[in-house]
């Protein structure tokens, strides 16, 4: 089993920044297997959408949404993903989740957070 512990949500005005984290734990035998570290978000009423992931070896994906705004990262050493999150509109606001794949066939999801962006 993996555990993920997502932070660093909260209100931010628009234009504004926040920085999401996501850190793993669990068995050694299975944190050395995580591979992607992906960032998802469900805004009420809507679908959850992917906006982000990044391989083990730090290959990077954006959705058209973020691009430009949003960076992805990871620690390897310390199992946790980060998510920085620029140029904030309120369309961005949504529970946010993240979410790991573990060689070979198993994914674990945060508890997600919730971003607001409202002036």
């Known amino acids: 089993q993996v555990y993920l512990e997502q932070s660093g949500g909260g209100l931010a005005q628009p234009g504004g920044s926040l920085r999401l984290s996501c850190a793993a734990s669990?068995?050694?035998?299975?944190?050395?297997?995580?591979?992607?570290f992906r960032w998802y978000r469900q805004a009420p009423g809507q679908v959850r959408e992917l906006i982000s992931n990044?391989?083990?070896?730090?290959?990077?994906h954006y959705g058209d949404s973020v691009k430009g705004r949003f960076i992805v990262s990871r620690d390897n050493s310390a199992n946790t993903g980060f998510l920085q999150m620029n140029n904030l509109r309120p369309e961005d606001t949504a529970v946010y989740y993240c979410a790991v794949s573990v060689l070979p066939d198993r994914e674990f999801w945060g508890q997600g957070t919730q971003v607001t962006v409202s002036a």
């Open positions: 990044i391989s083990r070896s730090g290959y990077t």
């Open positions: 669990g068995r050694p035998s299975m944190l050395k297997y995580i591979g992607y």
